[in-house]
């Protein structure tokens, strides 16, 4: 009786892990679009419209490429917690 109360809480924080990790991809993503909506007028003046330097580039490589990451976190990785459970 013990063991089933053990592997049934175990379970279920297995699943309380997994939505609040999978919570916690949506808002992350959520927040990034957010943020680049909402800087996108700034972007294109102080980025886009301006020749081509080394600071762009850099931009560009710390900013673009964590949005598909993002994505691929969210819609493609499995919201499984890793962790080892020991008995």
Same mark, same amino acid.
């Given at each position: 009786?013990? @063991?089933?109360?053990?592997?049934? #809480?175990? $379970?279920?924080? *297995?699943?309380?892990? #997994?939505?609040? %990790? @999978?919570?916690?991809?949506?808002? #992350?993503?959520?927040?990034? *679009?957010?943020? *680049? =909506? /909402? %800087? /996108?007028?700034?972007?294109? $003046?102080? &980025?886009?419209?301006?020749?081509?330097?080394?600071?762009?580039? /850099?931009?560009?490589?710390? @900013?673009? !490429?964590? =949005? !598909?990451?993002? =994505?691929?976190?969210?819609?493609?990785? !499995?919201?499984? !917690? $890793?962790?080892? &459970?020991?008995?």
């Amino acid at each position: 009786m013990k @063991r089933e109360k053990h592997a049934n #809480r175990h $379970q279920f924080a *297995i699943y309380v892990d #997994r939505q609040v %990790n @999978r919570y916690a991809n949506f808002s #992350r993503l959520a927040l990034m *679009i957010y943020d *680049i =909506v /909402l %800087n /996108l007028g700034r972007e294109k $003046q102080l &980025v886009w419209d301006t020749k081509f330097r080394t600071y762009s580039l /850099l931009y560009y490589m710390s @900013r673009y !490429p964590l =949005v !598909p990451f993002q =994505v691929f976190e969210v819609f493609y990785t !499995p919201s499984m !917690p $890793q962790y080892v &459970v020991s008995r």
